[in-house]
C-alpha cells in the first residue's frame, strides 16, 4: 500500500502563490501517476491536475494557466505551484497516486489533506 503526506498548505491573501508538495513512500513500485484534488465546504471533492511518468500534466479548466503540477521521481514527490490564488481556491487539497494505463487509472491510494484558505 502507498502512503502519501501532503505539505505546504496554509493562509495565503488573494493573488498569492502556495506550494503543495506530497511524498509517496511504501509500495509505489507500480505508481506511474500522481495527482491532485480538492474539496470546499459543502461541496464534492473534484480533480485539479495530474501528472503521469511519461505524459504531459492535465489540469481542471478552473485551474489552468494559474496551477503547475511537477514530480521528482528521485523524491517519490509531487508539488502543486499555485499561483494567482482566489477565495474559491480555498478547500482541503488532497494528493493521490495510482497507475495510468492508456485512459484508464487504477488508485493506489489518498493523502490526509491540507487545508489552502485564500482570504484578505
Known amino acids: 500500500q502507498v502512503q502519501l503526506v501532503e505539505s505546504g498548505g496554509g493562509l495565503v491573501q488573494p493573488g498569492g502563490s502556495l506550494r503543495l508538495s506530497c511524498v509517496a513512500s511504501?509500495?509505489?513500485?507500480?505508481?506511474?501517476?500522481m495527482g491532485w484534488y480538492r474539496q470546499a465546504p459543502g461541496k464534492e471533492r473534484e480533480w485539479v491536475a495530474r501528472?503521469?511518468?511519461?505524459?504531459?500534466?492535465t489540469y481542471a479548466d478552473s485551474v489552468k494557466g494559474r496551477f503547475t503540477i511537477s514530480r521528482d521521481n528521485a523524491k517519490n514527490t509531487v508539488y502543486l505551484q499555485m499561483n494567482s490564488l482566489q477565495p474559491q481556491d480555498t478547500a482541503v487539497y488532497y494528493c493521490?497516486?495510482?497507475?495510468?494505463?492508456?485512459?484508464?487509472?487504477?488508485?493506489?491510494?489518498w493523502g490526509q489533506g491540507t487545508q489552502v484558505t485564500v482570504s484578505s
Open positions: 493521490d497516486a495510482g497507475r495510468l494505463s492508456g485512459s484508464v487509472y487504477s488508485r493506489s491510494g
Open positions: 501528472i503521469s511518468s511519461g505524459g504531459r500534466p
Open positions: 511504501g509500495i509505489i513500485f507500480n505508481i506511474n501517476a
